[in-house]
């Protein structure tokens, strides 16, 4: 199975990077957030003195980030991997109208490789987006400003969240993709799931700033945790005890995500590539 597996994701990632026009909306995507919103949105331009009084806010607010794009930076990342993770599938839906699915589903191919095969090139993709996201944020004036005990170790257990957070999306939307018949139903589907997601999550503000009803969704969203779990490290490079526990609990939530999500997925993914 791990043949066939590999077959079918380095055919959908030879797809993928040959047509760059596929590759640069998501690059594009997280540059408009990281600019025009974290500058448009900045909490620090509320006051007309900026300065002293705008740093307050990001430390008492923001976790101590000293820029508000150092707080966003992970949100676009999670956001972007929502996104690309939801539409993603939209390859999927496209082989199975034009048949080559139906072809796979007759050839001497595990029902799972195919299912696993959209999972992997999928996560593929969107870590390979959030890594230039990555960067934008580095480089871009008033970015992302790491600490200065940021080692390779933070910067593994920063995508380290951010891939457990994309591999449950990634199992879900799959085995969403090999249910649905067509394009539109796809992304009907996907645009109704991935608003919520978005805005019932601390990517853009904490939840602290939340109605009650709204924080308690906020703390159960698998974004909020992945962003947490990022954030302290990007804030703070090396983490206190109290610090360490907050994020090995959000990467147990995102683990145990990412592993139901696969079972569910699995399931309707199964049921999805019977033979018609």
């Given at each position: 199975m791990f043949r066939e597996t590999l077959a079918l994701t380095l055919r959908a990632l030879r797809k993928w990077v040959r047509n760059p026009a596929s590759i640069m909306p998501g690059l594009f995507t997280s540059l408009f957030y990281l600019i025009l919103f974290g500058n448009s949105f900045n909490p620090t331009n509320?006051?007309?003195?900026?300065?002293?009084?705008?740093?307050?806010v990001l430390q008492a607010a923001f976790g101590?980030?000293?820029?508000?794009?150092?707080?966003?930076?992970?949100?676009?990342?999670?956001?972007?991997?929502?996104?690309?993770?939801?539409?993603?599938?939209?390859d999927l839906v496209l082989d199975r109208q034009l048949g080559y699915l139906s072809s796979l589903l007759v050839a001497?191919?595990?029902?799972?490789?195919?299912?696993?095969?959209?999972?992997?090139?999928?996560?593929?993709?969107?870590?390979?987006?959030?890594?230039?996201?990555?960067?934008?944020?580095?480089?871009?004036?008033?970015?992302?400003?790491?600490?200065?005990?940021?080692?390779?170790?933070?910067?593994?257990?920063?995508?380290?969240?951010f891939i457990f957070l994309g591999l449950g999306l990634s199992f879900i939307f799959t085995a969403l993709a090999l249910s649905v018949r067509s394009i539109d139903s796809l992304v009907a589907i996907v645009n109704f799931l991935t608003l919520p997601i978005m805005f019932m999550s601390n990517a853009?503000?904490?939840?602290?700033?939340?109605?009650?009803?709204?924080?308690?969704?906020?703390?159960?969203?698998?974004?909020?945790?992945?962003?947490e779990a990022a954030r302290l490290l990007l804030i703070n490079g090396s983490l206190?005890?109290?610090?360490?526990?907050?994020?090995?609990?959000?990467?147990?939530?995102?683990?145990?995500?990412?592993?139901?999500?696969?079972?569910?997925?699995y399931l309707a993914a199964r049921r999805a590539l019977r033979p018609e």
């Open positions: 509320l006051f007309s003195s900026g300065g002293s009084q705008g740093s307050s101590g980030a000293p820029t508000y794009i150092t707080y966003l930076a992970s949100g676009v990342i999670c956001i972007i991997l929502v996104f690309n993770m939801a539409f993603g599938g939209i001497p191919i595990p029902r799972a490789a195919i299912f696993l095969s959209g999972v992997a090139q999928n996560l593929v993709k969107v870590l390979l987006l959030s890594v230039l996201t990555f960067i934008v944020a580095l480089v871009i004036p008033n970015g992302l400003e790491l600490p200065s005990s940021f080692s390779s170790l933070a910067f593994v257990g920063v995508f380290g969240a853009f503000f904490p939840p602290s700033s939340f109605p009650d009803w709204l924080r308690t969704i906020a703390n159960l969203n698998p974004v909020t945790k992945a962003n206190t005890s109290a610090q360490l526990s907050t994020y090995e609990m959000d990467m147990v939530y995102l683990v145990g995500f990412s592993a139901l999500l696969g079972v569910l997925g």
